[in-house]
């Protein structure tokens, strides 16, 4: 069976902090798929990125910011300079061959 | 486009009157499923599809039901609803690296 634990329930940072989500997951599927999803206030699930197992090389795109780690299992987010927008839910969500996990979630809260 | 469209977006109902929310995609992808989101909870999978007339429990699946009778469409059916079932309902068309969701519907069982 596969999981996917995101340790942190919630955070909270003041605008322009730097602020890291972290995903850790469990598979016994050599090839597999991790993702991240932001989920706003709106309730839509907002796709981020997605990357495949054979694949560590990590991802920036503007503020954000990916670090794939095989060796720890983890799929860890960066978001640089933090805005009041990026308050939300993230997941982040494992596809192997049998079934796309999500994690609990992080709740982040971006004050002014 | 690549589109899931679930129907409806909102819907509060009253217990044991029986409902069905609509799941279509566009994609052909023979991988389907669906998931509840409840606080605290993440999102939890009722159902899936692997294809057409396969289908199988997820992690939640009391009080729920689904058919495939095309690949397109995967219908998620409360025949007898509960207030428990009071939640964020996701579908979702999966094919390895792309997976696509619904809208979401929030439904309300009083």
């Known amino acids: 069976a596969q999981k996917v634990t995101q340790a942190q329930t919630e955070i909270s940072v003041v605008e322009k902090e730097d602020v890291t989500l972290d995903c850790v997951y469990e598979t016994r599927d050599t090839t597999y798929y991790l993702f991240w999803y932001k989920q706003p206030p709106s309730g839509e699930l907002v796709f981020l990125i997605r990357r495949n197992s054979f694949d560590e090389q990590n991802e920036i795109s503007g503020r954000y910011s990916w670090n794939f780690q095989k060796s720890t299992s983890s799929f860890n987010f960066t978001i640089t300079a933090s805005q009041v927008v990026d308050s939300a839910v993230y997941f982040c969500?494992?596809?192997?061959?049998?079934?796309?996990?999500f994690g609990k979630g992080t709740m982040l809260l971006v004050s002014p | 486009e690549a589109q899931v469209t679930q129907n409806p977006r909102y819907l509060i109902t009253v217990t044991g009157k029986k409902l069905t929310v609509t799941c279509s995609q566009n994609m052909n992808h023979e991988y389907m499923s669906w998931y509840r989101q409840d606080p605290g909870l993440g999102l939890r999978q009722i159902y899936y599809?692997?294809?057409?007339?396969?289908?199988d429990k997820g992690d939640v699946p009391e009080g729920y039901k689904v058919s495939r009778k095309e690949k397109r469409n995967f219908p998620l059916i409360l025949e007898s609803p509960s207030p428990n079932q009071t939640s964020l309902y996701f579908c979702?068309?999966?094919?390895?690296?792309?997976?696509?969701f619904g809208q979401g519907t929030r439904l309300t069982v009083v």
């Open positions: 599809s692997m294809n057409v007339e396969v289908t």
């Open positions: 969500a494992l596809n192997g061959y049998s079934t796309l996990t």
């Open positions: 979702a068309s999966i094919r390895g690296s792309e997976a696509f």
